[in-house]
């Protein structure tokens, strides 16, 4: 049987670092790449990220950016996910789904099913309570794949929702971790090294849940660019070496569109951040 996501995500940043690199092909990014805001302009982006890319352990487009295009886009976004997996890179699709019922399960069924643009990870929002993701996870179990729930998130809007207490006391965003790591539980159970349900927490939070207990990966986004500092994440929320999984991408993706040159600013922040993989 093919390994859980968990499983496959822990061996791969073990070998290959916990760097997670996004392809967002934002069109200002696209302008200053030399390239058009077109779906031909959105292939080259893709591409010249794919060939970058190869040999690193994760890779997130972010599915906005290649919705924009219609059909076409989506046509670009299933060649990039078939090409990321054939260069062994795991692929985390960042759509961001959250709905009820047949609508959840429809969701599913495309990002975490046997659609052409399942990845092998999805993000997800919870922001109709976590119980309306478990079309989600059973769909992402059964095709062993990952679901990272968002939890604890950098906007400034997040925390008038994230930071409210439940009947409990807990904050809302540390709820959800709670029901992450309750989801990750029997799959450990069964000798996994690391859970399939990972969570998201922004890296410039001065506030985060506590992830002690999660038992699964932690997408960290907002490194570089966006202030938050690779020397700064060890211990994060008391999450435990080897969960961590810092995610960036306009800090790399500012150095194309020269392979050699995104290549070596991927690395460098790989680097900088290796010290957070599993020993």
Known sequence: ?????GARLAQATADRGPLCLGIDPHPELLASWGLPATPDGLAAFAETCVTAFAGFAIVKPQVAFF???????????????????????????????GDIGTTMAAYATAWAGASPLAADAVTASPYLGFGSLEPL????????????????????????VQRCRDA?????????????????RAE????????????????????????????????VPGVGAQGG????LAGLGGAAAGTLLPAVSREVLRAGPDVGALRAAAERLRDAVAYLAAR
């Open 188 to 219: 450990r159970a069964d000798g996994a090294q690391l859970g399939s349900v990972g969570v998201v927490v922004g890296a410039t939070l001065d506030e985060v849940p506590d992830l002690s207990a999660l038992g699964g990966p932690v997408l």
């Open 168 to 184: 409990q006391g807990r904050t809302v965003a540390q709820g959800i971790v709670d029901a992450a790591a309750a989801a990750n």
């Open 137 to 160: 996870l059973q769909t992402a179990a059964a095709h062993r794949r990952g679901v990272f729930v968002l939890a604890a998130t950098s906007n400034p809007e997040g925390a008038s």
């Open 1 to 5: 049987m093919t390994p859980g996501f």
């Open 229 to 232: 500092r690779p020397e700064a």
């Open 67 to 97: 919705e924009a295009y219609g059909s076409a886009g989506y046509a670009v976004l299933e060649r990039t996910t078939a090409a990321l997996g054939e260069a062994g890179v795991l692929v985390l699709a960042d759509a961001k789904r």
